[in-house]
């Protein structure tokens, strides 16, 4: 059985291939990521990420430190 508490869902303003890209090699390279999804198909660019360890603002601030804005989607 799935543990969701490990699932953050965010909103995000990424879209382009460019921003794929960095955004991929940000979380890739954090060991404390499992996994990551993003669905810019969707109007909130839907991004979700699997840690354990990581707490929502934690990788809302990684976001951010790339210039893209990423809020907890509720």
Known sequence: MENFDHIHIFKTNICTDV??????????GDVAIEGWTL??????????????????????????????ICCELI
């Open 39 to 68: 669905d810019t198909e969707d109007e909130d660019k839907v991004l979700r990420v699997v840690s354990c360890t990581l707490q929502q603002q934690q990788i809302i601030d990684r976001i951010n430190s790339k210039g893209y």
């Open 19 to 28: 921003d794929r890209q960095t955004i991929h090699e940000l979380l890739d």
